[in-house]
């Protein structure tokens, strides 16, 4: 299995990013995709989640409203669209994976649940 992120870059704060994770030999339509970030020194940071139940998303109070998490079956990919960014948007990005659990609904921001993880990717919002 493998995640790989890209879409990361510099922007100025109140513009816009869109990420993207393509993934491979996962069955897409049944796991769970979500986005974390982690700046230096922390831990990583729930962002957003598309559950493999239909039409469950979830975010972080942070990013709610200016986040939007989406996903694409037939590519086998997920994405975060970023709006409206804020200098603490800052941090690198990471796409996460997780097998199909009934209980995906009770953990889905905890980090130590995901199977599989991207490598990462920089976003940088200047203030």
């Known amino acids: 299995v493998q995640l790989k992120e890209s879409g990361g870059g510099l922007v100025n704060a109140g513009g816009s990013l869109n990420l993207s994770c393509a993934t491979t030999?996962?069955?897409?339509?049944?796991?769970?995709m979500a986005w974390f970030r982690q700046t230096s020194g922390n831990e990583r940071e729930f962002v957003a989640a598309?559950?493999?139940?239909?039409?469950?998303?979830y975010y972080a109070a942070s990013v709610k409203g200016r986040f939007t998490i989406t996903r694409d079956n037939a590519k086998e990919m997920v994405f975060l669209q970023m709006n409206n960014l804020e200098h603490e948007d800052t941090a690198v990005y990471f796409c996460?994976?997780?097998?199909?659990?009934?209980?995906?609904?009770?953990?889905?921001?905890?980090?130590?649940?995901?199977?599989?993880w991207g490598q990462g990717t920089q976003v940088t919002v200047s203030s």
């Open positions: 030999e996962l069955n897409f339509k049944m796991t769970s």
């Open positions: 996460a994976a997780d097998q199909p659990n009934i209980n995906y609904d009770e953990y889905y921001a905890d980090s130590d649940q995901y199977n599989y």
């Open positions: 598309d559950s493999w139940r239909p039409t469950t998303k």
